[in-house]
Nanobody, 124 residues
Framework: QVHLVESGGGLVQAGGSLTLSCAAS????????VGWFRQAPGMEREFVAS????????YYADFVKGRFTISRDDAKNTVFLQQNSLKPEDTAVYYC?????????????????WGQGTQVVVSS
């Protein structure tokens, strides 16, 4: 059974940083694509970043380019989302998800497994 557990969210001031973690069990993350998505209250879930299974190919939404970095620790079977220069508009619940096909798509519908989410609140 596949489980994804996000952690690392919290309350931070604008300009601050957080590192979100997505720990997996029941599958090996280096064989799949992992995506980060977020959903703010009253808003649609949106793509944030993803990593192709090979780990060298990453994709970012335009609004996080240069601020967020997705990475993976194969020994820990964990994917991270380093968030720098956070803005109040980054406030949302952040979810990690797995696409077994490994492409790193921006389309959330191809992601089969999802974590429960971790809340990020950025104060102004």
């Amino acid at each position: 059974q596949v489980h994804l557990v996000e952690s690392g969210g919290g309350l931070v001031q604008a300009g601050g940083s957080l590192t979100l973690s997505c720990a997996a069990s029941g599958l090996t993350l280096r064989t799949v694509a992992v995506g980060w998505f977020r959903q703010a209250p009253g808003m649609e879930r949106e793509f944030v970043a993803s990593m192709h299974w090979q780990g060298l190919i990453t994709y970012y939404a335009d609004f996080v380019k240069g601020r967020f970095t997705i990475s993976r620790d194969d020994a820990k079977n964990t994917v991270f989302l380093q968030q720098n220069s956070l803005k109040p508009e980054d406030t949302a619940v952040y979810y990690c998800a797995v696409d077994p096909n490994g492409s790193g798509s921006r389309n959330f519908s191809v992601y089969i497994f999802w974590g429960q989410g971790t809340q990020v609140v950025v104060s102004s």
